[in-house]
């Protein structure tokens, strides 16, 4: 299902040459990550809101968003459903960094009748990630939308790691993996 930032039509040639003749199910998943995460730069200075999957591709330089749209592009063009997510990535984890985690962005993969969480621009296994949304791609789950000037003085978030006892009860779960 193509959408505004993942244009499956212009993407399908490309993806069916780079991943035909991996396996289906996970494996295919995984090289697209494989494949988003060695093929993009991540620079914060070259972010473009409007930048989609097919630019992403031929500029080779992006933020997570854009590594998302091309994977959830790619995804799309081999028909593997999947979903852009946003949301909070905390520092749950991992080894400490002076640099404060940030709002990400991830995609969900239906595989074998649940949703799985993959992350092409970190491209590790991580707990803590908070999910706000998901959607079709960014313009459906956009992290902030505002008219007008607007000032932020502070913004603080805490992650804390809960056992599993804690967690209520869901019905579509994902699995972080990479």
Not at 66 to 80: E, G, M, P, Q, S
Not at 84 to 90: A, D, H, N, P, R
């Amino acid at each position: 299902m193509p959408s505004r930032y993942c244009e499956v039509d212009r993407m399908v040639d490309i993806a069916w040459s780079l991943f035909s003749t991996v396996p289906q199910g996970w494996a295919r998943v995984q090289a697209i990550c494989d494949f988003v995460h060695g093929h993009i730069t991540f620079d914060y200075m070259q972010a473009r809101k409007t930048r989609t999957a097919y630019e992403v591709y031929q500029e080779r330089v992006g933020v997570c968003r854009d590594f998302t749209h091309l994977a959830v592009a790619f995804c799309r063009c081999l028909n593997i459903p999947a979903r852009y997510c946003t949301g909070y990535l905390g520092d749950v984890g991992v080894l400490s960094s002076p640099e404060p985690m940030d709002f990400s962005a991830w995609f969900e993969a239906y595989l074998g009748g649940r949703w799985y969480a993959f992350d092409p621009r970190n491209h590790t296994p991580r707990i803590g990630r908070v999910l706000m949304a998901y959607g079709h791609d960014a313009a459906d789950v956009a992290l902030l939308t505002s008219f007008g000037p607007s000032r932020l003085d502070r913004f603080t978030v805490w992650t804390d790691e809960v056992g599993e006892e804690a967690l209520a009860p869901a019905t579509s779960r994902s699995i972080s993996t990479g």
